[in-house]
């Protein structure tokens, strides 16, 4: 069965400079989360798309910033790169499914790509 | 708002012996309750999910867990660890109520070692 795809796997950048991240979901999921997990850390929630709007924001810095597109893969830009980026960032997709009102409920389970390892130089 | 507290950050085990990996959240509301596992620098995948119904719950690797609302507690257990078992163990909640779904929210994570 199809995964989340990530990519690039590994990348390795200087300070200020910039890196994008890319993911595709699972076919037909809906909605994109982003993670960050430092060395030794708990994945910690940056921001999720749902339908190609934002749909929630967690602890994500000013210089990054997330989209989702029409063909429900995300992207995650990432400027003035500092030390602290280093972390492998995962996206996760998830799907909602329409409920007896017509509106999607929570499936309540994310699958997780492989991540993508940032260091920062 | 919810929140995950896993109580041992590291859990060394013998083969073949049992292991309860603990797990408590807060709440206000019902909650969507997960474990997932991490292996060595890979991803995180989905040992098991409560949603609703049966408190004991089954998951893939011989891994189940009980939902206990009134401890607020979602303990993971496994009957007999083997030396594949060896990883980062993470419980996490998310909230139910969202027409979208939901994100999820993390603990942090416990290391299970199995020794020979």
């Known amino acids: 069965a199809a995964g989340v795809i990530q990519s690039p796997r590994h990348l390795i950048k200087e300070k200020r400079e910039t890196a994008t991240l890319k993911c595709y979901p699972i076919p037909r999921h809906d909605t994109v989360y982003w993670y960050q997990q430092g060395p030794g850390q708990d994945p910690q929630f940056l921001i999720s798309?749902?339908?190609?709007?934002?749909?929630d924001k967690g602890s994500i810095p000013d210089r990054f910033s997330a989209q989702q597109f029409s063909d429900y893969h995300s992207e995650l830009n990432m400027s003035s790169l500092e030390l602290g980026d280093s972390a492998l960032y995962f996206c996760?997709?998830?799907?909602?499914?329409?409920?007896?009102?017509?509106?999607?409920?929570?499936?309540?389970?994310?699958?997780f790509g492989e991540g993508s390892r940032l260091t920062v130089l | 708002a919810q929140s995950v507290t896993q109580l041992d950050s590291q859990v060394p085990v013998f083969e073949e012996a049992p292991v309860e990996l603990r797990c408590n959240y807060s709440?206000?509301?019902?909650?969507?309750l997960f474990w997932y596992v991490q292996y060595p620098n890979q991803g995180l995948q989905l040992l098991l999910k409560y949603l609703s119904g049966s408190t004991l719950v089954k998951g893939i690797n011989g891994f189940e867990a009980e939902f206990n609302k009134s401890q607020t507690s979602f303990h993971l257990r496994k009957p007999s660890v083997h030396i594949s078992d060896t990883a980062e163990y993470f419980c996490?909640?998310?909230?139910?109520?969202?027409?979208?779904?939901?994100?999820?929210?993390f603990g942090s994570g416990t290391r299970l070692s199995i020794r020979p």
């Open positions: 996760a997709s998830s799907c909602a499914v329409p409920g007896l009102a017509g509106m999607g409920n929570n499936t309540g389970e994310l699958f």
């Open positions: 798309f749902y339908e190609k709007m934002q749909s």
């Open positions: 996490a909640v998310s909230d139910p109520r969202y027409s979208s779904a939901s994100k999820i929210i």
């Open positions: 709440s206000s509301v019902s909650v969507y």
